[in-house]
């Protein structure tokens, strides 16, 4: 599919990988074309995962019926959300990447929102706001503006991710075209990209919600035993950043009570998917392999059996 337009008048390039996504493709894709920024300064690029189903049909069909001249797709073989959003980062002709996943949607004043306040802060090179699931609001809920800097923004990351992958608008040049997103790993692909981005350039974070994300049991990474190994991966291999000892423990604890709330809340919500076994091994999981690393080897069964304790008394 030919693209006609001006590459220097494309601000916006909107990427959305595809994979099996024909019951919710189409409302995504109308989310993009309702946006209140004018058409002619933004892409969208939606890239087909090998997907099985009839997204292909819907997609090229949509797109026909609606003559979305900006709108393109590409198809590739299945070879994970990585690869598609790394094809769409080849792809795209804007000056700033939005990442928009197939079952989420955007408010309708997102870009023109995301480009007032670049017009503000013409430095600051990732924007992120806030997301809502449901009546949920999804990650860190922010109150108001912040801009963070590196050394302020690697502390919350350790934490938790707080970054949801539809939230995100990068400046282009700040990703490479082909190893943006790692391709090794079907878990915290996202969770691994914003440490890389953030241990060298300030984040500005909007307090509007301007993502409505559309969370199943598919959408949390599938397995989510392998999602929590290579969260705790990133963790570990992040952690050395925070010189201070005392604050790194005290960050790693938090990170061990945010992971657990998340797990437990996803219990607490729809996701009867996850099972109560499913969480107390979760629960188990995270908090030996972390304890591990804060408390020295002579307390670890200290707080083993407190946690087992804990555990028996729920």
């Keep these: 599919m030919s693209k006609s337009k001006n590459q220097e008048a494309i601000f916006f390039s909107i990427i959305i990988p595809c994979y099996n996504s024909q019951k919710s493709i189409i409302g995504t894709l109308e989310s993009c074309l309702k946006q209140s920024f004018p058409e002619k300064f933004f892409e969208v690029i939606v890239v087909n995962d090998g997907s099985t189903d009839a997204s292909e049909q819907l997609l090229l069909s949509w797109i026909a019926k609606n003559k979305c001249e900006h709108f393109f797709y590409y198809y590739q073989r299945n070879a994970g959300p990585s690869r598609a959003r790394n094809l769409g980062i080849q792809l795209a002709r804007g000056k700033f990447v939005a990442f928009l996943d197939a079952d989420d949607h955007f408010h309708p004043d997102k870009l023109q929102l995301i480009y007032n306040f670049y017009k503000r802060y013409p430095q600051i090179g990732i924007y992120a706001h806030n997301a809502i699931d449901g009546a949920y609001i999804l990650y860190a809920p922010f109150t108001s503006a912040l801009l963070l800097s590196p050394q302020e923004m690697l502390p919350l990351l350790l934490e938790r991710n707080i970054l949801a992958t539809s939230t995100m608008v990068i400046r282009k040049e ?141």
């Design 174 to 314: 700040l990703l490479h075209p082909t190893t943006a997103f790692n391709e090794k790993y079907r878990h915290c692909e996202d969770y691994e990209l914003w440490f890389k981005l953030c241990k060298e350039h300030s984040l500005l974070i909007l307090p509007h919600v301007l993502t409505y994300a559309n969370s199943t049991s598919e959408g949390l990474s599938g397995n989510e035993i392998a999602m929590y190994k290579r969260a705790k991966a990133l963790v570990f291999a992040h952690s050395d950043l925070v010189v201070d000892a005392k604050l790194r423990r005290r960050i790693l604890w938090r990170a061990v009570r945010e992971h657990l709330k998340m797990v437990l809340g996803y219990r607490r919500r729809r996701h009867d998917w996850l099972k109560r076994d499913n969480v107390f091994y979760l629960i188990e999981y995270f908090w030996l392999t972390i304890v591990t690393k804060i408390f020295p080897l002579k307390r670890k069964r200290e707080y083993q059996h407190l946690f087992y304790q804990g555990l028996q008394n729920r």
